[in-house]
């Protein structure tokens, strides 16, 4: 964590507001407080942008392992590490841990609806194609048992969601295409160590992905965010999540 002084943050001095992401709040019956915030406005009250002095400042060229120490951290980043671990010591393919190690990487600090649709499409640019495929099938594929790999449904998901919880077509069609594809098995293993086992083990230091990242993960020289590419605005909203716009 970060202890720099205030006047070391932007918009230093001044009260900033965070209006909570919609996708948040929406349904919920909280408000955005969006009308509070605009009345509160003044020369001393803004709205957030840019660091925020309470999460700990990313470097200006952000690496994938900045983000596993700074920003995908708590439940999820704790399960991520764990299971790419797992993954890691059982002697699977390094394309399959780096899976495992990003597959609910949106979970972290983004959107949780659709995330493996929204991990797979933000990590694209930099992965192999498979990669990127198999976190975004993991979602669907959660859902259905394969006797063949010992893959169960969750019992998790039980509690999560009612015992009568039926996953919607597009899931169901999703994972049938997935069963048929020929890297159907890379997004099965990643299901496989989709486990939670948030108290068993400490957290592992993500320092032991290094090499893996380091050949397998295509880091930008200007950081993640800054670089140009189609999803680098994801990665932004990574580094700055309570920026008004
Ligand atoms: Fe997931
Ligand atoms: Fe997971």
Same mark, same amino acid.
């Given at each position: ?6 006047a070391?943050w932007?918009?230093? =001095? ?25 009345a509160?406005? =003044?020369?001393?009250?803004?709205m957030m942008?840019g660091?925020n002095? !309470?999460l700990?400042?990313m ?18 980043? *704790? ?6 671990? *797992?993954?890691?010591?059982?002697g699977?393919e ?5 899976? #495992? ?6 979970? !972290? #600090? ?10 797979a499409q933000?990590? !694209?640019?930099?992965?192999d194609e ?5 976190v ?5 594929l ?14 998790s998901?039980?509690? %999560?969601f009612? !015992?009568?919880?039926?996953p919607p077509d ?8 997935a ?15 989709d486990?939670? %086992? %948030?108290?068993?083990v ?11 990242? =380091?050949?397998?993960? *295509? ?8 670089? =140009? ?14 920026n %008004?716009?």
């Amino acid at each position: 964590m970060d202890h720099l002084p205030e006047a070391e943050w932007p918009q230093e =001095g001044r009260e900033r507001i965070i209006v909570p992401a919609p996708v948040a709040i929406v349904g919920t019956g909280q408000s955005t407080g969006e009308h509070e915030a605009l009345a509160r406005l =003044g020369p001393d009250t803004v709205m957030m942008m840019g660091d925020n002095p !309470a999460l700990p400042r990313m470097p200006e060229a952000p690496t994938l392992l900045d983000f596993f120490r700074l920003r995908i951290t708590g439940i999820t980043g *704790r399960h991520l590490l764990t299971a790419a671990k *797992r993954a890691m010591d059982e002697g699977q393919e390094e394309k399959i841990v780096l899976a #495992c190690l990003l597959h609910d990487i949106s979970n !972290a #600090c983004l959107i949780r609806s659709d995330h493996g649709y929204w991990g797979a499409q933000m990590i !694209a640019p930099y992965v192999d194609e498979e990669v990127a495929w198999a976190v975004q099938q993991h979602q669907a594929l959660r859902y259905f048992a394969d006797s063949s790999v010992g893959y169960e449904y969750p019992e998790s998901y039980h509690r %999560f969601f009612g !015992a009568d919880y039926v996953p919607p077509d597009y899931i169901r069609r999703d994972a049938e295409a997935a069963r048929a594809h020929r890297w159907y098995m890379s997004a099965r293993l990643v299901t496989l160590y989709d486990r939670y %086992f %948030f108290d068993e083990v400490p957290v592992p230091d993500p320092e032991f992905l290094t090499d893996v990242i =380091g050949r397998n993960f *295509r880091q930008p020289a200007e950081g993640l965010g800054f670089d =140009g590419s189609p999803t680098a605005h994801m990665w932004r909203t990574m580094i700055w999540p309570n920026n %008004f716009l």
